[in-house]
């Protein structure tokens, strides 16, 4: 499948309601919009998501798991949140990781794999010419993803990925910032061309760069 339908297909799948409810609880939690120690009302959630407690309360105990969330005995639930401590060590920690998975994607990525990378860095290409912000938002995500997948390591991939989604949220990039587009292409042509080459020095530097500087271009929320 095009890589970039596939993309799109993911974006329109219809997720079912736990995962609904849980990914609305997680961004409203990230972006502060429930704020630490608020309290997580069943009942109101149900109503305002005509579910039964059973998909909201699976809701609750992902969030516990993520450690967003903490059940109190004969309270409730409470959001916990994430502090600022936190935050700043998941943010680095997401760079030792993203460094160590381009290096395990230089050691194990298929040539089938190169294949699917070099089109969707067709496309980031593409859609940076004409700048289309939104085409290049999923573009951006999808390209970390794919490495992720091309570690081959479950773990990492998920860690990851979670750890992509928590970022996205309490600190986004400013798509908007000058030269953004133009920017960001540039560093991801170089990781994406060290890959190729299979120079694992060049590829790391060039990811943890990149990295840094996308924390540098984000707008904190929280």
Known sequence: ?????????????????????????????LTGKLQKDSRLNE????KMYGASRTPVREAFRRLEMDGLVEYVPNRGEFVRGF???EIDD?????????????GWVIERISEDEEKDLASLFNYMEFYTKKNDIQKMIDINYAFHRLLYRFT????????????????????????????FLTRVLEEHRRIY??????DLDAASRETRFHMEQTIKRSIQTL
Do not use: G, W
Not at 193 to 198: C, D, L, N, Q, T
């Open 193 to 198: 061309r060290a890959i190729i080459k299979k």
């Open 152 to 179: 081959h390591d479950r773990l990492l991939e998920k860690t990851l990925n979670s750890y992509q989604t928590y970022t996205n949220y309490i600190c986004p990039p400013n798509y908007f910032e000058r030269d």
């Open 83 to 85: 502090s600022k401590t």
């Open 1 to 29: 499948m095009d890589i970039l339908k596939q993309i799109e297909n993911e974006k329109k799948a219809i997720k079912a309601l736990p995962d609904k409810i849980y990914d609305e609880l997680l961004k409203d939690i």
């Open 90 to 102: 998941m943010l680095q920690m997401r760079i030792e990781l993203e460094v160590l998975a381009v």
């Open 43 to 46: 009942t109101t959630l149900c």
